[in-house]
């Protein structure tokens, strides 16, 4: 995108302007469309299903390292290796990804698929703590292919899926060590957050102010469920963190529920120029998820509500092209055109987080709306992401919904959105399938 169409391309559609079609979706701020044929779930279902296949078969034909262990992350469209370095991040995604298959869905439970996930376990235990750090519990981003660390960030993400990875691993072996180690590497993370961030590495500058990203708390909550399946003590143990993670998300809910926004002041108040405005649709909508989720654990019917009303509705409505579909990457709450130069462009996970936060919101209330908001994003996701030549997704669009980078992995995109979003639709199809057939 040049600077000189810059201006034209930043005026969206705000929710309450007149809305256009796009292809056969009518993009309607209150859908009304009467509840789904069985058989039309049952189609859903079987796309899902036969989609994750392909996407696991891909990853497990080209991704793992049998020399040093690990996975390579960054493969070109047909599978090509294009670059070994590895990337914390997606090796932890990686093993979580695997085990969670292989725990919970029975065609998974496949010895391949186990031993991928073993080796990708064993390689993040030997590698990925970065002791010359200053902090023996502090995670390397990036290492090389045979595990020397390349790049330390100064946040919390690394360690995160660190411990999404070792958890669930734990879960298919019984190695009771592992989830020690997941558990006290969730007590350091607490402790940077919430106590003292010093460990992090990163020095407080007397012009930059604390601010409450809502990434932390996202992560803490999903961390928080993720270590708390099955386990009374380890809930009970986790239970106030999983309930501070809600308020502070809940604090980017601004402008009396108007916007959501990506960067807010610890009390919860709106911060100035492009950091506070800053607008990211998508993870919004996996906030909302996260919420909901976590709101119907415990019955509690107006956090229920607000997941869906506004972290699910609110980004989609401002969120969404209403000229060319899909969703965009980041907003100005202010309709100024964003900073981010990939701002316009339609990635792949928003639209994974959007297809599993309408399909949980439906099948929890059957609103019809929500189902027509969930079929408009599925329309959209699979004639635009999905590869049906050599398997797995394209990642990044433009924003008239073209292939800009056509390769199935790199530095952010791993085995994990895609998947995941594919593996949770399966399985919240089949509950809904279950229920009309009670």
Request: glycine letters at 8%; proline letters at 5%; a negative charge.
């Amino acid at each position: 995108m040049t600077c000189s169409h810059v201006t034209t391309s930043c005026q969206y559609l705000l929710p309450d302007q007149p809305k256009k079609v796009v292809g056969e979706t009518f993009l309607l701020q209150q859908t009304t469309i009467s509840a789904m044929s069985e058989d039309t779930l049952e189609q859903y279902r079987q796309r899902f299903r036969s989609e994750l296949d392909r996407v696991v078969d891909f990853w497990l034909k080209y991704s793992l390292d049998k020399q040093h262990g690990g996975y390579f992350t960054c493969i070109g469209k047909d599978g090509k290796v294009y670059d070994e370095l590895k990337y914390v991040w997606l090796q932890g995604r990686q093993v979580w990804m695997y085990c969670r298959l292989y725990r919970t869905m029975e065609r998974f439970r496949r010895p391949e698929i186990l031993e991928a996930a073993k080796a990708g376990g064993a390689f993040l235990q030997r590698f990925a703590r970065v002791p010359s750090s200053g902090n023996p519990g502090k995670c390397a981003f990036c290492l090389t292919r045979d595990g020397r660390a390349v790049k330390v960030q100064r946040t919390i993400f690394s360690e995160c899926f660190y411990i999404m990875a070792m958890d669930e691993l734990a879960r298919v072996t019984g190695d009771q060590d592992m989830q020690s180690d997941a558990e006290k590497m969730m007590d350091q993370l607490v402790h940077w957050v919430r106590v003292d961030p010093s460990g992090l590495g990163r020095p407080q500058m007397p012009g930059d102010p604390p601010v409450n990203s809502m990434a932390v708390p996202m992560m803490l909550l999903c961390l928080v469920n993720q270590l708390s399946e099955g386990r009374p003590a380890t809930a009970q143990k986790y239970s106030e963190v999983g309930d501070w993670s809600v308020q502070q998300i809940l604090q980017h809910v601004q402008r009396d529920g108007t916007a959501i926004l990506e960067n807010v002041s610890p009390e919860g108040k709106e911060l100035p120029g492009c950091q506070g405005r800053l607008q990211n649709p998508g993870h919004a909508l996996e906030a909302g998820w996260f919420l909901l989720q976590y709101a119907q654990e415990r019955s509690d019917n107006q956090l229920q509500r607000t997941a869906v009303d506004k972290f699910m509705e609110v980004p989609f409505l401002s969120g969404w092209d209403k000229e060319h579909g899909g969703l965009f990457y980041f907003l100005d709450v202010d309709g100024h055109c964003p900073t981010q130069l990939e701002w316009n462009m339609k990635l792949w996970w928003p639209h994974c987080e959007a297809l599993i936060a309408y399909l949980m919101a439906y099948t929890h209330s059957k609103e019809p709306a929500l189902l027509g908001r969930f079929s408009q994003v599925y329309d959209y996701t699979f004639s635009h992401f999905s590869d049906l030549e050599h398997g797995e997704w394209f990642g990044y669009l433009s924003q008239e919904g073209s292939v800009v980078l056509d390769f199935k992995g790199g530095p952010f995109k791993g085995f994990f959105h895609v998947p995941r979003c594919l593996y949770m639709c399966e399985r919240l199809l089949d509950s809904l399938l279950e229920k009309r057939q009670d």
